[in-house]
């Protein structure tokens, strides 16, 4: 079973308006990390954001933000403000478990942001 | 943080060859992963390599396909064997955050820049 989902294979926005990518995963483990990755057209993995499953406060980076509703098991990034930088290949993944260590991806959501 | 640096950065391979990339990292780190992308999809992990023991390959990957070195703490290197145009891939090999307590959940992984791999 695919154990994050994201919805959205691509997406535009206006720059300086802001944008939602969702995500939604599937465990069930009490103990999970989120995170978010960007990823540009020169293919490099930057981390964004990262929330975890006890934490109670939306996590923030900058611009960037995660809307996390665990009852829902979701976890969709909001990025304040678009900037033509921010067009890229944006990734969802989940850590399961305090001792796992693997990151499963979902299949990611393409961001254009037009001037 | 740490930082990867991850060679070649891209290839082009003739079928039946084989490639060998590197990463290399400025931190020692117990754990390093590597990763494949296929063109336009999710990344897929391929193994897990510790140091001192045999890499940990995950369902559908083979050793003999990707023999995994580790030979110290700093360094691996994945060997795509007897390539096909299936092989054709982005191939990523990130580490764990040296500086995130080992089993901490909030620990992310950094990347390398990847390798851009085309079999012809």
């Known amino acids: 079973a695919q154990k994050i989902t994201q919805t959205q294979p691509g997406m535009f926005v206006q720059e300086k308006e802001a944008v939602t990518l969702d995500c939604t995963y599937d465990t069930s483990d009490q103990s999970y990390g989120l995170f978010w990755y960007k990823q540009p057209s020169s293919g490099e993995m930057i981390f964004l954001i990262y929330q975890g499953s006890y934490d109670e406060q939306n996590a923030t980076e900058g611009r960037y933000s995660l809307n996390f509703q665990k009852a829902r098991k979701s976890a969709n990034l909001v990025i304040s403000a678009s900037q033509l930088g921010d067009s890229a290949m944006y990734f969802c993944?989940?850590?399961?478990?305090?001792?796992?260590?693997?990151?499963?991806f979902g299949a990611g959501t393409t961001v254009t942001v037009r001037a | 943080s740490a930082v990867i640096s991850q060679k070649p950065s891209r290839d082009i391979c003739q079928r039946g060859t084989s490639l060998t990339i590197q990463c290399q990292v400025d931190?020692?780190?117990?754990?390093m992963f590597w990763y494949r992308q296929q063109p336009g999809q999710s990344l897929t992990l391929i193994a897990t390599?510790?140091?001192?023991?045999?890499?940990?390959?995950e369902s559908g990957f083979v050793i003999d396909k990707f023999p995994i070195s580790r030979p110290n703490l700093t360094f691996s290197t994945l060997t795509v064997s007897n390539m096909s145009p299936e092989d054709s891939s982005i191939y990523l090999c990130?580490?764990?955050?040296?500086?995130?307590?080992?089993?901490?959940?909030?620990?992310?992984?950094?990347f390398g820049s990847g390798t851009q791999l085309s079999v012809l």
């Open positions: 990130s580490v764990e955050d040296p500086e995130a307590g080992q089993g901490s959940l909030m620990e992310k992984l950094f």
């Open positions: 993944a989940m850590r399961e478990g305090r001792y796992d260590y693997k990151l499963s």
């Open positions: 390599a510790n140091q001192g023991s045999e890499a940990t390959y």
């Open positions: 931190s020692q780190v117990t754990m």
